[in-house]
């Protein structure tokens, strides 16, 4: 990867010293039609075209190994276990290998690197999630290129954080989301830069990069799942959400989509009685924005500020994709809802902007959770 206004010749001078472990665990990639027509996993089919590709063998790519899951699966079907599996598999294998490639469907890909990118504490390599939406059986397809550059991006370790590799962009996996369904540009993040962009020569911006950690690699496996996301409907029925509030017994954490800047129909009694409700039992909730750009300001607005004060937090500029593993992440960690409160406002790994600061200018540092009260649970495994 070469910085803004350089050429590309200078891109893979060393990188057949490197070696990247390519894990498949599914996806449109390595699928081929049925007898039906329908696209079906085909065990075997893509480590196969993987190893008889001719550009494999070339001074400028890297070696590899390809490790192909037992089960090849869909990413639909893809959840919290899936990612901890994918987390032990490169924590197993860090010292072996330079960088690493994770190849599954596009449907959840955005949940899965934003999963790991919080997982892998002290990340100092860089981990590239990557797919196609046009299988490698098809002539025509994008399967090819996203693979070959997320094997080159994995070696050069300049990146030492989860990316996730696209058609042209090599963007943040927790500032990802997919935005297209059937476009081959299928991957955006909104409200970060790429962190470099492929066209006659891959163009990086460093200065967007996450800083090399200085501890240790440590993968927190914990994962809390017991969160569910709203999305506000005009019109929708408030009394059905306080429902599900007063009776749930095992709900952590509630992500409300809202409108605009975090505003909601403040005149409605059940809505923010159902706020009420959830803060009372130990219920985190966190305000995100509909909007595809931008983020929560719940100050803005006379709606926001009541919800605020009901004890609803603000998740800022974070995708549903980011905030949702971000707090399966923290609630995994911690018991005591102040400690997931404090650190849902502070920037981890990248996937949220801070206020008052340049963060189109400047590299993110990655934050190791360290835990402020001594009644918190903290999982170290």
Same mark, same amino acid.
Request: a negative charge; one cysteine or more; aromatic letters at 6%.
């Given at each position: 990867?070469?910085?803004?206004?350089?050429?590309?010749?200078?891109?893979?001078?060393?990188?057949?010293?490197?070696?990247?472990?390519?894990?498949?665990?599914?996806? @449109?990639?390595?699928?081929?039609?049925?007898?039906?027509?329908?696209?079906?996993?085909?065990?075997?089919?893509?480590?196969?075209?993987?190893? $008889?590709?001719?550009?494999?063998?070339? #001074?400028?790519?890297?070696?590899?190994?390809?490790?192909?899951?037992?089960?090849?699966?869909?990413?639909?079907?893809?959840?919290?276990?899936?990612?901890?599996?994918?987390?032990?598999?490169?924590?197993?294998?860090?010292?072996?290998?330079?960088?690493?490639?994770?190849?599954?469907?596009?449907?959840?890909?955005?949940?899965?690197? &934003?999963?790991?990118?919080?997982?892998? $504490?002290?990340?100092?390599?860089?981990?590239?999630?990557?797919?196609?939406?046009?299988?490698?059986?098809?002539?025509?397809?994008?399967?090819?290129?996203?693979?070959?550059?997320?094997?080159?991006?994995?070696?050069?370790?300049?990146?030492?954080?989860?990316?996730?590799?696209?058609?042209?962009?090599?963007?943040?996996?927790?500032?990802?989301?997919?935005?297209?369904?059937?476009?081959?540009?299928?991957? #955006?993040?909104?409200?970060?830069?790429?962190?470099?962009?492929?066209?006659?020569?891959?163009? &990086?911006?460093?200065?967007?990069?996450?800083?090399?950690?200085?501890?240790?690699?440590?993968?927190?496996?914990?994962? #809390?799942?017991?969160?569910?996301?709203?999305?506000?409907?005009?019109?929708? &029925?408030?009394?059905?959400?306080?429902?599900?509030?007063?009776?749930?017994?095992?709900?952590?954490?509630?992500?409300?989509?809202?409108?605009?800047?975090? /505003?909601?129909?403040?005149?409605?009694?059940?809505?923010?009685?159902?706020?009420?409700?959830?803060?009372?039992?130990?219920?985190?909730?966190?305000?995100?924005?509909?909007?595809?750009?931008?983020?929560?300001?719940?100050? @803005?607005?006379?709606?926001?500020? $009541?919800?605020? /004060?009901?004890?609803?937090?603000?998740?800022?500029?974070?995708?549903?994709?980011?905030? @949702?593993?971000?707090?399966?992440?923290?609630?995994?960690?911690?018991?005591?809802?102040?400690?997931?409160?404090?650190?849902?406002?502070? /920037?981890?790994?990248?996937?949220?902007?801070?206020?008052?600061?340049?963060?189109?200018?400047?590299?993110? @540092?990655?934050?190791?959770?360290?835990?402020?009260?001594? &009644?918190?649970?903290?999982?170290?495994?």
């Amino acid at each position: 990867i070469v910085s803004e206004g350089k050429m590309a010749a200078h891109l893979n001078v060393h990188v057949r010293d490197k070696t990247v472990l390519v894990l498949y665990t599914g996806g @449109t990639m390595g699928m081929k039609p049925d007898l039906y027509g329908s696209l079906a996993p085909s065990p075997g089919y893509l480590t196969r075209k993987i190893n $008889e590709l001719p550009e494999i063998g070339r #001074d400028d790519m890297p070696k590899f190994v390809v490790k192909e899951y037992e089960n090849l699966i869909d990413s639909s079907c893809m959840g919290p276990e899936h990612w901890v599996q994918i987390a032990t598999d490169i924590e197993e294998s860090y010292d072996d290998f330079n960088g690493f490639v994770v190849i599954m469907g596009t449907d959840t890909m955005a949940y899965a690197a &934003s999963a790991l990118s919080f997982m892998l $504490e002290n990340l100092s390599k860089t981990v590239v999630f990557t797919g196609s939406q046009i299988p490698f059986a098809q002539v025509y397809n994008d399967a090819r290129r996203n693979l070959l550059v997320s094997m080159i991006v994995a070696a050069t370790c300049e990146f030492p954080e989860v990316c996730l590799c696209f058609n042209d962009k090599i963007m943040r996996g927790n500032r990802a989301v997919k935005v297209n369904s059937t476009g081959l540009d299928a991957f #955006d993040t909104p409200n970060y830069p790429p962190l470099a962009m492929l066209a006659c020569s891959i163009t &990086s911006r460093k200065e967007l990069v996450m800083t090399q950690p200085t501890g240790e690699l440590q993968v927190k496996k914990q994962l #809390d799942s017991k969160i569910l996301v709203i999305k506000l409907v005009p019109g929708f &029925s408030d009394d059905s959400l306080l429902t599900l509030v007063t009776h749930t017994t095992s709900l952590r954490a509630l992500v409300l989509e809202m409108y605009g800047t975090g /505003n909601g129909p403040s005149n409605r009694g059940p809505l923010l009685e159902a706020v009420q409700k959830a803060r009372s039992k130990g219920i985190i909730v966190v305000a995100l924005t509909q909007c595809v750009r931008g983020g929560v300001s719940q100050d @803005t607005y006379t709606m926001g500020r $009541e919800f605020s /004060n009901a004890g609803v937090i603000s998740g800022g500029d974070m995708t549903t994709e980011a905030c @949702t593993t971000k707090l399966a992440y923290l609630c995994g960690l911690f018991t005591n809802e102040e400690e997931i409160i404090r650190y849902m406002g502070i /920037n981890l790994r990248g996937e949220l902007s801070v206020e008052g600061k340049g963060h189109l200018n400047s590299a993110s @540092t990655q934050h190791s959770i360290v835990p402020i009260s001594p &009644s918190a649970s903290v999982d170290t495994a």
